[in-house]
Every structure is written in structure tokens, then in C-alpha cells.
């Protein structure tokens, strides 16, 4: 991630506005934060063999309605911040994918914004995405943690330390955290190798 993005002073001060309830705040604090975005959204469009400049810019827009759509957004800091709108590009993935499986199934289309992916987004994909989002939400049952450090390592492309700042834990935990989760990933999507792709 730019780590120049992450240590904006304006950026710190659109967050602050944006904690406390300020109208309009996210609306300055995205065009900061927008190539960070991208960015994520790149990253996460590859590792599902669907990324492109378009897919990822509509990808950021449909994460950014998502958290303009929240009631209260008050992220803590930078990397909590990013790994607020990961999560978002991950619901918008995940509801796309589920949407593809739909329409594979004959069960009628369900409309998404997302349009430019729906063009890229194999049945493939789709399937491997939704299978790993199920795997994620048991492992949040299990250990809500270990969840929390694939969500912003894998689908908000935080680094290690990142996580562990955005946490508020030791990067050793963060490091033990992120060996378990994907083990415990790998067993339960047997031979999923999308994981391999964040070291």
C-alpha cells in the first residue's frame, strides 16, 4: 500500500471530521484516499482473475456507496480506515459472485451495480470467492481475530505491521494469527490457492 497515503496530514484530518459526524467528510476524505483505493481494489480484482482499470475503479465506487450508506463511520485510524473499506469491497465482491451463481443456476439475475466485473467474473471465480467467504464467516465463529487479519491482509492488502496497528495487537500476533487462519482456510477450500498469493 502507498505508504504515503497512510501518513497524509489531510487525510488525518478528514478522518477526525469524519469520527465525529461531520456532513460531508467522506465525500473530501475520497479523493485523498482514492488512488489507495484503487490499489486494494487492483490487488483484490487480480488475486479472483477479474482485475482490470475499469473493474477496479467501479469496484472503489461501489465500496464507497457502501460505506457512504453506513449510519455511523467513525474509523479509528488510516490502516482502519482501509480496512473499513476492504470489507466493503469484500461485501461487493461476495454479493456479485453469489449473484453469478444465481444466474448459473437459473434462478433469475439479482442487479448489481458492479457491471464492469460482471463481464470478467468466471463462474470459476465466482464459486472460488463465495467458497472462501463462507470459510471466512465460519472462521469468524471460531476465532474472530484470525478472520479480521485475512479480511484486511487479503481483501484490503494491509501489511502485517498494518494489521497489527489496525488491531491494536503485537505483529507476532498478527504473524501467528495469519499462519492458523490460512491453514485452517486451505482445509476447509480444499485446494484453494488464492491465499498463496499474500505473503
Not at 479523493?31 to 481494489?41: F, G, I, K, N, T
Not at 482501509?82 to 433469475?108: C, N
Not at 499462519?179 to 486451505?186: Q, S
Request: hydrophobic share 45%.
Amino acid at each position: 500500500m502507498n505508504s504515503s497515503g497512510m501518513s497524509d496530514p489531510s487525510v488525518t484530518a478528514c478522518l477526525e471530521r469524519l469520527r465525529a459526524g461531520e456532513p460531508g467528510a467522506l465525500d473530501r476524505l475520497l479523493p485523498l484516499v482514492y488512488d489507495q483505493m484503487r490499489v486494494l481494489a487492483r490487488a483484490q480484482l487480480r488475486r479472483e482473475d477479474v482485475g482490470s482499470t475499469l473493474g477496479a475503479t467501479a469496484l472503489v465506487h461501489e465500496a464507497y456507496v457502501r460505506l457512504a450508506e453506513r449510519e455511523h463511520l467513525a474509523p479509528k485510524d488510516r490502516s482502519h480506515f482501509f480496512a473499513m473499506a476492504s470489507q466493503s469491497m469484500r461485501r461487493v465482491l461476495i454479493d456479485h459472485a453469489r449473484a453469478r451463481k444465481r444466474i448459473k443456476r437459473g434462478l433469475g439475475a439479482v442487479p448489481v451495480s458492479l457491471d464492469e466485473v460482471d463481464s470478467m467474473l468466471t463462474v470459476e471465480a465466482a464459486d472460488e470467492l463465495a467458497a472462501l467467504d463462507e470459510a471466512l464467516t465460519r472462521l469468524e465463529q471460531v476465532n474472530a481475530r484470525a478472520a479480521q487479519v485475512v479480511e484486511r491482509r487479503f481483501f484490503g492488502g494491509l501489511t502485517l505491521e498494518e494489521t497489527a496497528e489496525s488491531l491494536g495487537v503485537s505483529l507476532k500476533t498478527v504473524q501467528r494469527d495469519w499462519l492458523l487462519a490460512r491453514a485452517w482456510l486451505r482445509r476447509e477450500v480444499a485446494g484453494d490457492s488464492s491465499l498463496d498469493g499474500v505473503a
